[in-house]
């Protein structure tokens, strides 16, 4: 496969599946049409209309817009849905740096289409030979994706928690890596995508951070999250990401990235050279 | 002013100005609708629909449509339009990696709403305090933005020239760089916009590379078309973009690639940092 088909892959949403949760007139969220009428209910909450769903009138800040969904979500929860329940907040914003206009847990947010962002670190050591990447296994026991490959360290973005201070927070859990050495990741950029899947919708974006680590630096997985790191040549990283789908799906977006930034994809050899960088930013 | 205004200012123009010029059932070009009724004039090349301009049954190939859009545009040049003709054809490609629909002189792409691609080249130096980053300024005389700052090296990209090949003959022309420095430049992405200016539009598509130089080269204005080349800190280059207009405006949009893909930018500090990223690969 390409890497264009990664890209494809991560943006396999079909909007008329969708209808949009309308709040403030932004789409904040993207319900399945066959869930709507779950949503009926709720009505002290939700208001089913024609062609969206909007919030009850009276929900009118962000404390009782977010009471209000917690009430719904936790009976929801109690019919066995949303497995992966956290207790973890996200912010529901238009778009990154607006003010979040609710929150909202993070298990429940592909089920409502709701946009969220997240941390990405490139972990990589520079040898004679070339860039060498960390690349993560995913413990076999995690609720989503179990056993897939990863990216040295990733994670959700909560409300209220600085990026870098989340890249640190990460590092530590994920990794073991110091504080010290992890503040060093340097922001690079960020991907977008919005990818359909039986949880609902992730109209996803990511930051990505390089961290370059001194070559005697080894991980070490701390907290469950992680079955086992490995060191490889960007070469084969690559080759990994073109054989098919051994990474979780938006690490291979993150990989595409990464190798493009560090001048590895040969802008007159691949065809799609353009489609990847427009690609990976893409608006849903 | 802040970065995200340059992605603005590059994308500023309003689609109801411009009527499609449809190709094989593309959009290859974009003509203001003040000017149809010029194309209407003839006839023999181009049919004015209610919505749309379209090439004349016939014209069904590469050959026949690029030798009767160069009839078309000799006969207005004949009356004083393209000042800046150059006598060097561009290839009409849906996206870049499509086969080319026809040719076309590169002057008249922005009277014909075609959309260009080129090669940008931040040329830099790491010193001991940082990155310090090449600029160029663009000669009194020529035709387009005169004087103003440039990135290092930049030039359209030809129909048949590779993307290196070309970096190395305008770092050469423009920059005095020998070929073997030069073929040292990573490409590191791509950047889309669509501005629109009196010519027309440019839908334009930039490939950026990045060329570490070392400390004690010096480029040197060769074939006039820079005036002046000024080495200064990464810092300080970020300050003229956020001044204003100093750069010519696509050279803003380059320059603020290199500073996300440098984590120059603090992604925590930078509220507009996720739509700067998605802002400079923005489809037309």
Redesign the interface.
């Known amino acids: 496969m390409s890497f264009l088909d990664h890209i494809d892959h991560a943006n396999n949403w079909n909007p008329a599946d969708f209808v949009a949760l309308a709040v403030e007139g932004h789409v904040l969220g993207r319900i399945r049409r066959d869930r709507v009428a779950i949503l009926g209910g709720f009505p002290d909450t939700f208001v089913i209309a024609a062609d969206h769903v909007a919030l009850a009138p009276g929900l009118d800040d962000f404390a009782s817009r977010s009471a209000a969904l917690d009430e719904v979500l936790a009976a929801l929860r109690a019919t066995g849905m949303f497995p992966g329940w956290r207790g973890e907040f996200y912010p529901a914003m238009p ?3 607006d003010a979040p206009l609710f929150q909202v847990e993070r298990a429940a947010c592909p089920w409502l289409g709701i946009r969220s ?1 997240g941390v990405h670190v490139n972990g990589f050591v520079r040898k004679r030979d070339g860039i060498h990447m960390w690349i993560a296994r995913r413990s076999r026991d995690k609720p989503s994706y179990p056993g897939m490959l990863d990216n040295m360290v990733a994670g959700g973005q909560p409300i209220g928690l ?3 201070e989340n890249v640190v927070k990460e590092c530590g859990e994920e990794a073991a890596i110091p504080p010290d050495l992890a503040r060093r990741a ?7 995508y919005c990818h359909q899947l039986d949880e609902g919708l992730k109209p996803d ?1 990511q ?1 990505c951070f ?1 961290l370059q680590l001194p070559a005697d630096f080894v991980p070490r997985a701390a907290d469950g999250e992680v079955e086992s790191f490995a060191l490889l040549p960007i070469a084969d990283v690559a080759r990994i990401v073109r054989r098919g789908f051994d990474f979780k799906f938006n690490c291979n977006l993150v990989v595409i990235d990464f190798l ?4 590895l ?4 050899g691949e ?5 990847l ?2 690609g ?2 893409r ?1 849903p």
Chains 1, 2 share one sequence.
């Open positions: 778009e990154w740096g962002w600085g990026l870098v340097a922001a690079v950029g960020a991907i977008s974006q930051f390089d493009i930034r560090h001048g994809i040969d802008a007159d065809p799609d050279y353009v489609a960088c427009m990976l930013h608006a």
